[in-house]
């Protein structure tokens, strides 16, 4: 995916999580999966604008598991 894609992907998943947040608690798990793959094209999303900063080729980045990206912050 090119950096256009991936934000396309981004508004698509926030759009999904909105309309989720609009019904309850009911989809928590679908919830909890889109948090992940947005975070997950977030962090690509990064990967490939810092490859490209540094004069490298930004489709060498690749998208690291949910685990990963989740672990970020603990």
């Given at each position: 995916?090119?950096?256009?894609?991936?934000?396309?992907?981004?508004?698509?998943?926030?759009?999904?999580?909105?309309?989720?947040?609009?019904?309850?608690?009911?989809?928590?798990?679908?919830?909890?999966?889109l948090e992940v793959e947005l975070d997950q094209c977030?962090?690509?999303?990064?990967?490939?604008?810092?490859?490209?900063?540094?004069?490298?080729?930004?489709?060498?980045?690749?998208?690291?598991?949910?685990?990963?990206?989740?672990?970020?912050?603990?």
């Amino acid at each position: 995916m090119d950096d256009k894609q991936i934000a396309a992907r981004i508004g698509d998943l926030i759009a999904e999580e909105h309309e989720l947040e609009r019904g309850g608690d009911a989809d928590t798990v679908r919830r909890r999966e889109l948090e992940v793959e947005l975070d997950q094209c977030w962090d690509l999303l990064r990967q490939r604008r810092a490859r490209r900063t540094a004069g490298e080729n930004p489709d060498d980045a690749e998208a690291r598991p949910g685990n990963v990206v989740e672990g970020y912050l603990q």
